[in-house]
């Protein structure tokens, strides 16, 4: 890289690289927030029947999780430990990016931020966890973090292993996918998931959901 697109560390004494665009929505504009309220409000209704159907089943195999503005379906998942999932994430919207982080224990805050931003969860479910990248489209960036991560697909620019970007998060462009293969790690109890684009407007919004994680 040639020096732009440099934002200091959190202990402020390193320079980290971070990509422009994801950098883009944890500074984020409230420009569409007015616009989104509306639309929650109706979209949150779809989602909780969704889940009231949809709660009890352990997800195997391949599951799919669709992302709308600004919601998930599903929103409530149960998986045990040792099974062998397919994660397919889609995003449905035609106009916003979204992402999916998995974890827990309360918030981090961006210490650079204007404001009391919180910018990901404490504990990332994908840490030390092997993850094999079956196919992407239209992914902007996949922050890897702590993860094993094996990709099938080329790895480009998308494909963000450098530390200090973040949780481990696939964040989907407008109309974009990704399929992640992992076994369920050995980390039962109740997880959160949620989309920190935007900084937190999309998760206040009504963007998140949880996975309860069944012993094995
Ligand atoms: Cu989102």
Redesign the pocket.
């Known amino acids: 890289m040639d020096g732009e697109d440099r934002v200091h560390g959190p202990e402020g004494s390193e320079t980290i690289e971070v990509d422009w665009s994801r950098r883009s929505f944890l500074i984020g504009t409230s420009t569409v927030l007015a616009a989104s309220a509306i639309a929650l409000f109706e979209s949150s209704n779809v989602a909780k029947a969704f889940s009231a159907l949809n709660g009890l089943q352990v997800d195997s195999g391949m599951t799919k999780v669709f ?1 709308q ?2 919601y998930y379906i599903p929103n409530q998942m149960t998986w045990r430990v040792g099974t062998p999932m397919t994660l397919h994430i889609h995003n449905l919207s035609p106009t ?4 999916m982080q998995i974890g827990r224990g309360g918030f981090q805050r961006d210490p650079n931020a204007f404001t009391d931003l919180r910018i990901q969860f404490n504990q990332d479910f994908w840490d030390g966890v092997p993850v094999t990248i079956l196919e992407e489209h239209w992914v902007d960036n996949l922050v890897t973090n702590k993860a094993i991560v094996t990709s099938l697909p080329k790895p480009g620019p998308w494909l963000i292993t450098a530390p200090g970007n973040g949780n481990f998060s696939p964040t989907l462009r407008p109309g974009g996918s990704v399929s992640l293969k992992f076994t369920v790690p050995n980390k039962p109890g109740v997880w959160e998931y949620g ?4 900084g937190f407007i ?1 998760y206040a919004d009504g ?1 998140k959901g949880t996975i309860n994680i069944l012993p094995a």
């Open positions: 992302q503005d600004y916003h990016f979204h992402e989309c920190f684009v935007q999309h963007m």
